[in-house]
């Protein structure tokens, strides 16, 4: 049974005539009677009462008209959402668009866009332009909007929308160091693994990257605050010059955040002769939590010092961490290793000393949580170093331009920033450690 015979037959019982059917089709009545005549004969039923008044359905034909209505009526809808869909009246078109593109080009059009066609619905993915040509081969996305150079293949056809040129402006300290891999940075390893590297000194692997971590550490430091829970961080040593006393007052009260005045005069001219000598330093910085209570973290995969350790060796510069007595634990004896516990005045827990730097098994115990992040010198010194160009040929370097001689005072609030996000991300996951913290949060 063909669907025309059932369109035929919507037709006539909507119509109750042959003739107005036949007109409705641009067919004619006889065609109409005998497609009519063969459908109730393969239905085994009479379906329509013919009479000089017209055709009225039987009670057969009035149950299927309900059915075959329905039908007619989604298929008219899905032809006019075609239609209206070519006519961009409404639908979705999907796009895949690389970052530049997307903001020298496309976002200014998609404005205009929207108002001509309101109904048309975008969805705009943001890739590389590697990654959008992949998307469009694999049919995920309908065009891509992208720069070039980039590789595709046929049957996609590339067309220039909008040229132009990236230029960059700086002094040529900067425009140098495109051709050779600098010491110390990530020039090279990026090359290795993307192909191309960003030498303009805002990339991924740059300071101007933790903009975001200060940002976000902010809004958990003062969420924090409010459960009792504060940190304070501060340089602890810079090359060999450490810090012998501690005045919380005193870390705003110098550049490089040290807690002791006294250290700090001799860091800094330490860090003169650095500068003079066309070199950089080094340090340590030290982060105390206090007000954790005990339980939180995890014995496992979700460790509260291996996550401390992975959000604070994210930092670009950092190159060391450890918490408590760390490294020193491995010339220390189990005996003195040990934080005895015991009972205080209000019957609560507490440890003697704070080997373990506040974390036992992976979960805080309840007292100050203490690590330190060591900071590498600053990669870029005048100083002749030894290097390849792109080239693969040996070459001898010194790179000028403005860099300070030292990461460590910069660094201090992203290590705070990247701590306080760790541990209100650490609480808020042990919320769920117990059915009745969720009954009651719930309940309440």
Same mark, same amino acid.
């Given at each position: 049974m063909t669907l025309d015979y059932y369109r035929i037959f919507f037709y006539v019982a909507r119509y109750k005539s042959f003739s107005k059917a036949a007109e409705a089709l641009n067919n004619n009545q006889? &065609?109409?009677t005998r497609y009519m005549n063969?459908?109730?004969?393969?239905?085994? #039923?009479?379906?329509?009462? !013919?009479?000089?008044?017209?055709?009225?359905?039987?009670?057969?034909?009035?149950?299927?008209?309900?059915?075959?209505?329905?039908?007619?009526?989604? /298929?008219?809808?899905?032809? &006019?959402?075609?239609?209206?869909?070519?006519?961009?009246?409404?639908?979705?078109? $999907?796009?895949?668009?690389?970052?530049?593109?997307?903001?020298?080009?496309?976002?200014?059009? %998609?404005?205009?866009? +929207?108002? @001509?066609?309101? +109904?048309? !619905?975008?969805?705009?993915?943001?890739? $590389?332009?590697?990654?959008?040509?992949?998307? %469009?081969?694999?049919? /995920?996305?309908? *065009?891509?909007?992208?720069?070039?150079?980039?590789?595709?293949?046929?049957?996609? +056809?590339?067309?220039?929308?909008?040229?132009? @040129?990236?230029?960059?402006? #700086?002094?040529?300290?900067?425009s140098e160091i495109a051709s050779y891999y600098r010491p110390g940075h990530a020039d090279y390893t990026f090359d290795a693994k993307y192909g191309f590297r960003d030498y303009r000194g805002g990339g991924r692997s740059s300071g101007r990257e933790t903009i975001g971590r200060v940002a976000a550490g902010a809004i958990a430091a003062k969420i924090l605050k409010q459960l009792s829970i504060t940190l304070t961080t501060y340089t602890k040593s810079i090359g060999a010059? !450490?810090?012998?006393? *501690?005045?919380?007052?005193?870390?705003?009260? &110098?550049? %490089?955040?040290?807690?002791?005045a006294d250290a700090a005069k001799k860091a800094e001219e330490y860090l003169e002769k650095c500068l003079s000598e066309s070199d950089s330093a080094g340090g340590v910085i030290e982060c105390i939590i206090d007000g954790v209570p005990a339980g939180i973290g995890d014995p496992v995969f979700e460790k509260l010092d291996a996550n401390l350790a992975k959000a604070i060796l994210s930092i670009g510069a950092v190159k060391g961490f450890e918490i408590g007595d760390g490294f020193d634990v491995a010339l220390a004896k189990g005996t003195t290793n040990n934080d005895s516990f015991y009972m205080t005045n209000d019957h609560t827990v507490a440890k003697s000393t704070n080997h373990s730097g506040g974390v036992l098994g992976g979960m805080s115990d309840g007292s100050k949580i203490i690590f330190r992040a060591a900071i590498k010198p600053t990669p870029s010194v005048a100083s002749i170093q030894k290097t390849? &160009?792109? $080239?693969?040929?040996?070459?001898?370097?010194?790179?000028?331009?403005? +860099?300070?001689?030292?990461?460590?005072?910069?660094a201090v609030v992203v290590v705070e920033s990247m701590a306080a996000l760790t541990i209100l991300d650490a609480m808020l996951f042990n919320m769920s450690a117990k059915m009745d913290n969720i009954c009651n949060f719930y309940k309440n």
């Open positions: 006889p &065609n109409i063969i459908l109730e004969s393969e239905l085994g #039923c009479k379906l329509l009462i !013919r009479s000089h008044k017209g055709v009225k359905l039987t009670p057969e034909g009035k149950q299927l008209y309900d059915h075959v209505a329905v039908a007619m009526a989604q /298929l008219t809808t899905g032809e &006019n959402e075609l239609i209206r869909n070519k006519s961009l009246e409404t639908g979705i078109v $999907s796009i895949g668009v690389s970052e530049t593109a997307l903001r020298l080009f496309l976002l200014p059009k %998609l404005e205009k866009f +929207h108002k @001509k066609y309101p +109904h048309v !619905r975008l969805r705009i993915s943001n890739h $590389s332009a590697p990654q959008a040509v992949s998307a %469009l081969e694999k049919g /995920l996305v309908d *065009f891509a909007v992208i720069t070039t150079p980039v590789d595709y293949k046929k049957p996609l +056809h590339m067309t220039t929308l909008y040229p132009f @040129k990236e230029i960059l402006i #700086c002094g040529k300290d900067y010059i !450490r810090i012998s006393s *501690f005045d919380a007052d005193t870390i705003y009260n &110098n550049p %490089l955040y040290m807690p002791d390849v &160009n792109k $080239s693969g040929e040996d070459i001898e370097i010194s790179i000028h331009g403005r +860099h300070d001689p030292i990461i460590v005072p910069r």
